[in-house]
């Protein structure tokens, strides 16, 4: 089945500064790869997603690439602001038809003001 | 919240006992799953359903029941076989088995002592 390894599992990053996240997954047939925000208390949110045709998407300050060679994906959060800490977690899933979204363990990131 | 229920908030029983965490949904999605959430262990999968009357078991199934009866639910027994059932439990729907977006609940907190 597949496997989602997510690094760093905590960053720490000033306000304004970028930050950046990384995942990779095991199985070379996924073809979904969405990124949650999960804020202290909170269910997790979609922030953005990517398909396997598709090399990278941005949405204002949030960007994913996906590299299906490598079988990596990357989340970039740009001019980071207090309010984008939380925990972040990357998923994949789509190898099989029916297969559910695996998670990543996530990220911790705090951004100081 | 958002279409998907979770009862109760919070939920505590004394080991030994079967508990039943209730899901429902609203938005007419045909998937619906059930993850558990430890800290630094990210969301794990526990089952998940694509249609009426069928589901599979996701990767730490052990432990656990669910049904699916109606479209609109997918309750989650924890039973005392699951030898450590205190978490965060979120159930999720989507669209699509698979490849699509997430909705999540707002959780269950099980405390077991």
């Known amino acids: 089945g597949e496997n989602v390894e997510q690094h760093p599992s905590t960053l720490s990053v000033q306000e304004g500064d970028s930050a950046v996240i990384k995942c990779t997954y095991s199985?070379?047939?996924?073809?979904?790869f969405p990124w949650y925000k999960q804020e202290l208390g909170k269910r997790p949110q979609l922030i953005i997603d990517i398909r396997s045709n598709v090399g990278e998407k941005k949405d204002q300050r949030i960007a994913v690439t996906l590299n299906k060679t490598a079988k990596h994906f990357s989340l970039h959060i740009t001019e980071t602001q207090p309010e984008d800490s939380a925990v972040y977690f990357c998923a994949a899933s789509g190898g099989q038809a029916g297969t559910a979204l695996i998670f990543g363990k996530g990220t911790t990131l705090s951004v100081s003001s | 919240d958002g279409g998907i229920t979770q009862s109760p908030k919070y939920l505590f029983r004394k080991e030994g006992q079967n508990v039943t965490l209730s899901c429902e949904q609203n938005l007419n999605h045909d998937a619906m799953y059930w993850y558990r959430q430890d800290p630094g262990q990210g969301l794990r999968l526990i089952y998940y359903?694509?249609?009426?009357?069928?589901?599979q078991k996701g990767d730490i199934a052990e432990g656990y029941s669910v049904s699916r009866e109606k479209k609109e639910s997918f309750p989650l027994t924890v039973t005392s076989a699951q030898k450590n059932p205190t978490a965060f439990y979120l159930c999720?729907?989507?669209?699509?088995?698979?490849?699509?977006?997430?909705?999540f609940g707002n959780g269950t907190r099980l405390t077991v002592t």
């Open positions: 999720a729907s989507s669209i699509e088995k698979g490849a699509s977006p997430l909705h």
């Open positions: 199985d070379s047939a996924s073809n979904y």
């Open positions: 359903s694509q249609i009426v009357n069928d589901f």
